[in-house]
């Protein structure tokens, strides 16, 4: 069974648009580099012709990759009621219980996270602590300094 990539609605519109470029505007570019490659001669020797070839295989890989998120991609329901317990597309505010430190992460799918940016995927260990938990509640995440402890402080949908 092929893995399900849980998108929201505006990733999965990033990813289609992306598709579009790819497949047109990006393939004629590419199609076009290894044209001028080869008006330079020998192919054996020409590493134009190497590079461009190699910026060709690299655009169909991630047109496949692409296509293939899109194949199975679920999209998320960002405006499913609100139980007050932490899913995706939740903002949730933690208090980590050792340094007193307030954060704020968006808990989205493996294609979203952004750590970065506070994203976080669900498929983080994380992400797993979070998911399913309510405001009160203590998450216990597995770390490799040992376990680390959050207090959910706030979940909005």
Not at 5 to 19: C, H, S
Not at 128 to 140: C, H, I, M, N, P
Request: proline share 2%; charged share 35%.
């Amino acid at each position: 069974m092929a893995k399900e990539f849980k998108l929201t609605v505006m990733r999965l519109k990033e990813l289609e648009d992306e598709l579009k470029y790819l497949k047109t505007t990006r393939e004629a570019e590419v199609a076009e580099q290894i044209k001028e490659a080869r008006s330079f001669g020998d192919l054996s020797e020409n590493s134009e012709y190497d590079e461009a070839k190699n910026e060709q295989a690299k655009l169909y890989g991630r047109i496949a990759e692409v296509e293939n998120i899109l194949a199975h991609a679920v999209v998320i329901d960002e405006n499913e009621e609100n139980s007050g317990r932490i899913g995706l597309g939740c903002t949730v505010k933690v208090l980590d219980k050792e340094t007193g430190e307030t954060e704020c992460y968006t808990i989205v799918g493996s294609q979203e996270a952004d750590p970065m940016m506070g994203k976080i995927s669900d498929d983080s260990p994380f992400g797993r602590a979070l998911v399913g938990k309510a405001e009160g509640d203590t998450a216990e995440v597995e770390a490799p300094v040992g376990s680390l402890f959050f207090e959910i402080l706030s979940v909005q949908r």
